[in-house]
């Protein structure tokens, strides 16, 4: 069975479908990772040490939105911050939201 969306009688392939669903699957996950941002930014959502706990100070995990709004690059905190610390590739992958959302703005003519 392939996983391509494609007519089962023709096999004739339907790009635009997958792209859809790709996208309906990331909108999906998405709104569970917005679900569970409003959580630890209501204090319902118990604190997690992914990394074991870094001392006294140390919260738990943080979730952060990445995103624009009025043409510059927003960044949003669940909860209050005072300092933060990450594993080298999850730094990685911050920067290069932080740049993909630039980038976007910068194309846009912002």
């Known amino acids: 069975m392939s996983d391509k969306a494609c007519c ?3 096999g004739t392939e339907f790009p635009e479908i997958e792209a859809r669903i790709a996208a309906l699957v990331e909108e999906n996950a998405q709104l569970k990772l917005n679900v569970e941002f409003d959580k630890q930014k209501a204090g319902v959502k118990p604190p997690e ?4 706990r870094m001392g006294a100070e140390d919260k738990g995990a943080l979730m952060i939105k990445v995103g624009t709004e009025q043409g510059k690059v927003c960044i949003e905190f669940a ?4 300092w933060l610390a ?6 990685v992958a911050f920067g290069q939201s ?6 976007s ?3 846009k003519g912002g």
Request: a positive charge.
């Open 98 to 103: 932080l740049m993909a959302k630039a980038f």
């Open 8 to 10: 089962p009688k023709c």
């Open 79 to 82: 909860d209050s911050t005072q």
């Open 105 to 107: 703005l910068q194309r």
């Open 49 to 52: 040490y992914p990394d074991g």
């Open 86 to 91: 990450m594993p080298p590739a999850m730094a």
